[in-house]
C-alpha cells in the first residue's frame, strides 16, 4: 500500500505509513481438513480454468468469458519461521462473501535469507495458502516483492540484497529487485507456472522508481519480465507505475522490449480523494506528474463527496494511457481509513467508478493488526464490517 511522499528539490522520495508492515490476524488458525468436505473442496477447485489477458480485460478463460477478480489483499506468510496462515474458514468465508480473488501480499525476506538459501517453510505456508484459496474456488494474484516502508522501500528486502539510494537518484530501491531479485521471482514463477489458479504475478509493489524516471522503470520492467518469461511462459504479468499511480506517458514504453509481450496488466493502487483536478502534481500533460498526497492511503485522510468527479479524473490519466499501449488494467489496492471522514461514500464512489469502467479491483486489506488496522474488513474474529457490502 502506497504511503505519503515528500517532495524534495532534486528527488521524489517515498516515505513509509501504516499499511506497509502489515501483521496478520491470528484467530483463523485451523487445520486444512476442518473447514470443507473433499467433494465441495474438489467442485470449487475445478471451477478455477487458467486465464489470461487481452487488450481490454484483464481475466478472460479460454473460451472469451470474461472473469472480474475483486477481493481483498491478504498476507498468508506471517513468520518467516512457522507455518501458521489464514485457515480454511477463512478463505471460504471471503469466497460465500461474494468476492472471487486474493491478493497474496509477499515478503522477499521472509523467502530468501541469504542469496544462497531458500526458506522451504515459507514456501510451504504459501503453498498452504495457494491451495486453501483454490479449494475455496479464489482466484490468487502473487504480490511478489511487496516494497514498501523505509530505505526507499527496502523495509521487507533481504539485507543482503539491498542498496542505497543515492541523492541524485541514479539508485533507488527498485534497483535492489532489479539487481538481485530476479532469482526470486523466478522461483515464484517456476514453482506456480502449472497452477490455474495463479491469475497473474505482481513482480513488485509500488515499485520504488522516481517518476521522472519512468522510461527506466519500463527498463526495468524488460528485465522482470523476461525473467519470469524464462520460467512461466503463459500467467498473466502485471506492471505498476511507480509508487503505484505515477503518471507514466505512453513516450516511456519504448523502453519496455520484453521479448513476449503477451498476458501484460497495468495494475493501479488508486487511493486518489478527487480533492485537485486530475490529482498529479505536474498535470495531465507533464511526465513527471506524481500522484497527489496525503490521500486515504494514510489512513486518515478523508473524502468530501462534491470531490467525486475527480475520482475518475484521475483514473481516466491511467485508463487513456493503457488503452493506448493496449493493456488492460486492474486496480491492485485501493482504500481508506475506517475512522476517515466520508468513509462509506467513498467506496461507494470508487465502486460506482470502476463498474462503470469494468474494472476489477483489491481492498486493502483484509486485516491487519489484528483486525484493529484502519483498512481491516474484518474484526479480531474475523466478523465482517458492515462497510463491505459496498465493495459489490
Known sequence: MRRSVGLALATLLMTAGTCGTALAGTSAREPAATARTSAATAQAAASLTRLHATSSHAFVDSAGTTHLLIGPNIQPVWDANDTDTWGQSTYDSIKAKGFTA?????????????EAEWNETAFSTLATAVTRAKAAGLYVILDCVHMSGANDGQEHVPDWAQVTPTDDGSVEGLDAVVENGLGFLQTIANRYK???????????????????????LLSDYTQLVNAIRAKDGTTSIMLEPSYGDSKVPTSSFSSFTPTNRGNLIWSVHDYYNGASASGYTSGYANSTGLGMVPNPSDGTTGYNAANKAGLASHLQVQLDMAKAESLPVWIGEFGIGSGATGHDQYIKDKVALYKSKGLDYAWWEYSSDNGDGPFSMVDANENWRSWVSYLF
Do not use: G
Not at 501480499?105 to 541469504?114: A, E, I
Open 102 to 114: 486474493v491478493r497474496m501480499v509477499l515478503f522477499w525476506d521472509m523467502f530468501q535469507p541469504t
Open 194 to 216: 502449472d497452477e490455474p489458479a495463479i491469475a497473474a504475478y505482481d513482480p513488485v509493489n509500488e515499485p520504488f522508481r522516481s517518476s521522472t524516471k519512468s522510461a527506466r
